[in-house]
């Protein structure tokens, strides 16, 4: 690394890192604010405009030449952005459902809202990264910020639990990470993705470089849950607290795959498909059925939802086993979608929790009827489960064609199949919550449930409607699917730089 023009690209530098500068100091500005006035009402409003102000930004670089930043560590414009406003967007939503969801369990600290902006900044980076290094940081920037977030209600011992669990298995991942990374170093001489084709070409590739990746990799798919690596999905999912539960499954979920895709374009993937292809389909099969049928099993829609989420990584894995560019594009297109889905379902859930322990110990059952008494909360969420099942027109439906045509192209039509008969698999569980809001009678709801009036906000349910909307009239609009092709499609990896 060439240090002696340093001076003459910082403001080029400090440009293309701009979000995740800007975040990272708005936060730091948080964390000052409240210690002068705690909890001030004005902190969350800080972040949310901060956030926008980033999404701006990003917006404004969709259409230039993709670059790279602070000695190449950082990718910027294009894809980056693309990617970029996916995890803003995620984060804009879940803080403005938070705000009203906090303060109604009486942790509506000042905080918060800080340690939202340190693991999106970190986000940002791993979404973007061009080195193992820059995945390294920003991976482990996003990972603390999320334990401290999942056990925020610590006198509630699920709480508790989750983030112990969380923390715990996240730094074992992190050590297979880094190990991986040493090996994957030793092998090709480099730590840039753009650059390990060059490594391959000058050295016969050894069984230390496979054993790197497969190191690598382990990391990688903890973030994203994806079987066997996905224990702690189900229990930090439903002991963190509801809203800040949308915010982890879809904003850390996008910046995870988004480096993905990025270290396969870049890196492994300029290796010969064979040789990496079937490892990563046969993961994305256990996931994608595993995933349902566990989910097929749960009473509780946290938990419910946390398998769906594992599910949904298999399907997005199914693009990535494709290795086409085809299959890069669906797959972050599938993440735009995704987020939408997933931050709705768990703002309806959110405001539907009556059992004071963040929906941890309440049942679906418990909810009967409820879609009558609150018609916008009942008809969002059908939204959102019809999306998430795949049901035309809807988002997902879209999204799942994303990634499962790219597979059936690059000869893996056992695997698209397999994620057809799971999708279908998943219209059990999620109709079930639509029969049960809708279906069963008010009286078998519990009683504490027809006592409750679940008053919804207007900014939240603005954000409801908003992410109901979407999701019906995104698969009509062909820029943004087009906008994911371009990035990838009849692009090469140098070309891309």
């Not at 190990?179 to 170093?185: K, P, Q, S, T, V």
Request: proline share 3%; aromatic share 14%.
């Amino acid at each position: 690394m060439e240090l002696s023009g340093a001076f003459d690209n910082i403001l080029a530098d400090l440009s293309g890192g701009a979000s995740v500068l800007w975040l990272a100091l708005i936060g730091i500005l948080l964390i000052i604010w409240d210690a002068f006035k705690n909890d001030d009402a004005a902190l969350p409003w800080v972040a949310a405009l901060s956030v926008v102000a980033a999404v701006v930004l990003e917006a404004l670089r969709l259409q230039d030449t993709t670059t790279t930043a602070f000695f190449d560590l950082m990718r910027v414009n294009g894809v980056a952005s693309f990617v970029s406003i996916v995890i803003l967007l995620s984060t804009l939503l879940s803080i403005t459902l938070s705000v009203p969801y906090l303060k109604g369990i009486r942790h509506g600290y000042g905080e918060v809202y800080a340690l939202i902006l340190f693991a999106t900044s970190g986000m940002l980076m791993l979404g973007t990264a061009n080195s193992l290094v820059t995945v390294f940081v920003g991976l482990e920037t996003m990972s603390i910020a999320l334990y401290i977030l999942t056990g925020l209600v610590r006198s509630d011992e699920g709480a508790v639990e989750s983030a112990l669990k969380y923390f715990l298995l996240g730094a074992f991942s992190t050590g297979f990470f880094l190990y991986g990374i040493a090996l994957i170093y030793g092998a090709t001489g480099t730590m840039y993705f753009t650059e390990m084709a060059g490594g391959y070409a000058a050295r016969e590739l050894p069984v230390l470089f496979w054993a790197g990746v497969a190191l690598f990799l382990i990391g990688f798919l903890f973030k994203v849950s994806a079987v066997p690596f996905h224990m702690w999905t189900p229990d930090v999912y439903q002991g963190a607290p509801t809203t800040l539960t949308g915010y982890m499954s879809t904003a850390s979920k996008a910046a995870a795959f988004a480096a993905l895709i990025l270290v396969l374009f870049y890196g492994i993937g300029t290796l010969p498909v064979a040789k990496w292809q079937m490892p990563l389909a046969l993961v994305a099969l256990v996931t994608v059925v595993l995933g349902n049928l566990l989910a097929l099993t749960q009473n509780n829609v946290k938990r419910m939802l946390a398998y769906s989420s594992v599910a949904h990584a298999g399907y997005v894995l199914i693009a990535l086993a494709a290795g086409t560019s085809e299959g890069y594009a669906g797959a972050i297109y599938y993440l735009l979608i995704y987020a939408l889905m997933n931050v709705g379902a768990f703002g309806v859930m959110a405001f539907l929790e009556w059992d004071d322990k963040e929906g941890r110990v309440q049942m679906l059952d418990s909810l009967s009827g409820i879609g009558w008494r609150r018609p916008l909360l009942g008809v969002t969420m059908g939204v959102f489960m019809f999306s998430l099942t795949g049901f035309p027109p809807f988002g997902g439906f879209f999204g799942k064609i994303a990634v499962f045509a790219p597979a059936v192209e690059a000869g893996l039509t056992w695997l698209a199949i397999v994620g057809v008969l799971a999708s279908a698999l998943s219209g059990y569980y999620y109709l079930r919550v639509l029969y049960v809001f809708w279906m069963r009678p008010i009286e078998s709801a519990d009683r504490a449930v027809r006592e409750r009036s679940f008053p919804v906000p207007r900014l939240s349910a603005a954000v409801l409607v908003t992410c109901a909307v979407l999701l019906i009239v995104i698969g009509f609009v062909p820029f943004v699917r087009d906008m994911t092709q371009a990035f990838f499609v009849g692009a090469t990896p140098a070309g891309l730089l």
